[in-house]
């Protein structure tokens, strides 16, 4: 059974990264990137344990200078808890620049995550 487990994650592992693969290279397609880039950015961040840096494509809603990314299958993944608590920073690419900003990660009581980013002046 131990062995199911692990090629199921592996599997996932594998999937995602396709996946997130596909996504990065849609946004900076001449012929599909305006599109995708309304609705995908890719954030950057330190992980808060590691101390590496890591980047990873996320779906985001944008008002002003605040971004909200809503979380999908959060205990699935890992790198929004780098943004519990008092947050921190983190990076994002958006109509074309690298934009700062300060994240923070909340979970609702129904366990929905939400990362909200204000971006830096």
């Given at each position: 059974?131990e062995?199911?487990?692990r090629?199921?994650?592996?599997?996932?592992?594998?999937?995602v990264?396709?996946?997130?693969?596909?996504?990065?290279a849609?946004?900076?397609?001449?012929?599909?990137g305006?599109?995708v880039s309304?609705?995908?950015?890719?954030v950057?961040?330190?992980g808060r344990?590691?101390?590496?840096?890591?980047?990873?494509p996320?779906?985001y809603?944008?008002a002003a200078?605040?971004?909200t990314?809503?979380?999908?299958?959060?205990?699935?993944k890992?790198w929004?808890?780098?943004?519990l608590?008092?947050?921190?920073?983190?990076?994002l690419?958006?109509?074309?620049?690298?934009?700062?900003?300060?994240?923070?990660?909340r979970?609702?009581?129904?366990?929905?995550?939400?990362?909200t980013?204000?971006l830096?002046?």
């Open positions: 059974m062995g199911v487990v090629a199921r994650k592996w599997f996932q592992h594998r999937a990264g396709r996946v997130n693969a596909c996504v990065v849609l946004r900076s397609s001449p012929r599909w305006g599109l309304r609705r995908f950015t890719v950057t961040y330190t344990r590691s101390g590496r840096t890591f980047s990873t996320v779906a809603r944008r200078d605040v971004v990314i809503g979380v999908q299958f959060p205990d699935s890992t929004w808890r780098n943004f608590g008092e947050g921190g920073p983190i990076s690419n958006l109509d074309g620049e690298d934009r700062a900003g300060h994240a923070v990660a979970r609702d009581p129904r366990g929905r995550v939400t990362v980013v204000r830096d002046k």
